[in-house]
């Protein structure tokens, strides 16, 4: 992550950019199966981070699930609660074969490790962990 660099595109005086890399698997409807998943993601926000806060922010990528959708233009956005809600969370639209899906997915915050507890694109995958977002 870097933080305090100017963005000049947007005229705003610092933004926090980051990449991020997720690898899981996924299980769609109607499939007995998993299938692998990964999600490339660029996260673009106007200001700093806020520890006790929430930072929005907007996100671009490519969404790859196995043999079901490859799409690199996702795009969406993303919630950064690194204290106050303890995760990151993701909302990203991408294409699957000529239908549109939504991926709403997070990442808990622990002071020991991320942990990705599941993903649930609607209509489309879901990895059956059974939690909703807090």
Known sequence: ???????????????????????????????????????????????????????????????????????????????ISPLAGRRIRYRVSFAAGRRRQTLDDWKSLTPRRLEVPHSTPAGGPSLHAGRSPR
């Open 1 to 79: 992550m870097s933080t305090g660099t100017p963005d000049r595109r947007r005229g705003a005086a610092f933004g926090t950019t980051f990449r991020e890399t997720m690898v899981g698997r996924v299980r769609l409807d109607g499939e007995d199966g998993v299938r692998p998943i990964r999600l490339d993601l660029r996260a673009e926000a106007d200001g700093l981070p806020r520890l006790r806060g929430t930072t929005r922010a907007r996100v671009a990528g490519r969404i790859r699930v196995a043999g079901w959708a490859d799409d690199p233009r996702a795009t969406g956005e993303s919630e």
